[in-house]
Nanobody
C-alpha cells in the first residue's frame, strides 16, 4: 500500500522560504512520479509542480515558475518542494500525490485527475 506523508509547512513572511517534503513508503520509490498540488480556502485544487520517476523531467505551474524547485532524493524516499520568494497568494494546503500506475501517461501532470494517491496535506501560510 502506497503512503504519502507531507511535512514542512508553516507560517512565513512574504519573501520568505519553506521546504516541503513528501515521503513515500510502501512501494518502490522510483516507481512513482510525484505531483504537488495546493488548495486555498474557497478555491479549487491546483497543480503546482511535477517530477518524473527518474527526476529528469519536471513541470511547474506558471505562477511558481522561477520561485519553486522540485527534486527527489531516492536515499530518503522523499520528493522536496523548495519554495522561495513566497507571496500572500501562496497560502494554501499543499498536497503531494502519485498516479495510479506510477506515471501520468497521456495526461497533464498538473491535473489532479491524473492522480489516485494523496497525502494528508501540510498548511503553508504566508503572512506579515
Amino acid at each position: 500500500q502506497l503512503q504519502l506523508v507531507e511535512s514542512g509547512g508553516g507560517l512565513v513572511q512574504p519573501g520568505g522560504s519553506l521546504n516541503l517534503s513528501c515521503t513515500v513508503s510502501g512501494l518502490p520509490f522510483n516507481y512513482w512520479a510525484i505531483g504537488w498540488f495546493r488548495q486555498a480556502p474557497g478555491k479549487e485544487r491546483e497543480g503546482v509542480s511535477w517530477v518524473s520517476r527518474s527526476g529528469e523531467r519536471k513541470k511547474y505551474a506558471d505562477f511558481v515558475q522561477g520561485r519553486f524547485t522540485i527534486f527527489r532524493d531516492k536515499t530518503k524516499r522523499t520528493v522536496f518542494l523548495e519554495m522561495n520568494s513566497l507571496k500572500f497568494e501562496d497560502t494554501a494546503v499543499y498536497y503531494c500525490a502519485a498516479p495510479p500506475q506510477g506515471v501520468v501517461a497521456g495526461a497533464d501532470p498538473l491535473s489532479s485527475d491524473a492522480y489516485g494517491f494523496w497525502g494528508q496535506g501540510t498548511q503553508v501560510t504566508v503572512s506579515s
